[in-house]
């Protein structure tokens, strides 16, 4: 392996906490979905990094379960938030608070 295992954990780490600041300091939906793909992303490079690390196609074959499966989440996604702008006209976070209990 070209790259040693703790600077790719370090890239990993750094881009998993950009995505998750997105989803947290984010209030508009397609941004936290765009949030969630990032951190799938992270996820997905450790996943082949250690794949490379210990010579196991395992984490590879995974990654690309989890693309599938991001590919998949992101269409649903998408569905749900032009269905969203359609009858609220916004997709501002702050507009949904009619489930609260």
């Known amino acids: 392996m070209i790259v040693p295992i703790e ?12 995505g998750l600041s997105c989803v ?11 949030g969630a793909e990032i951190m799938l ?3 997905g490079l450790v996943l082949v990094g250690a794949s490379a690390f210990w010579q196991q196609i395992d984490g ?4 690309l379960f989890l693309m599938a499966i991001a590919s998949t989440e992101i269409g649903i996604a998408l569905a749900l938030v032009i269905f969203v702008q359609r009858r609220k ?4 976070i702050r507009d949904f608070n009619e489930m609260r209990g």
Do not use: C, G, K, W
């Not at 600077?7 to 950009?18: D, E, S």
């Not at 590879?60 to 990654?63: A, D, E, F, L």
């Open 89 to 92: 006209h916004s997709v501002d």
């Open 7 to 18: 600077h790719l954990l370090v890239v990993a780490t750094i881009i998993f906490i950009l």
């Open 60 to 63: 590879q074959i995974m990654v």
């Open 24 to 34: 947290v300091v984010r209030r508009s939906l397609i941004m936290m979905f765009i």
């Open 41 to 43: 992303n992270a996820v």
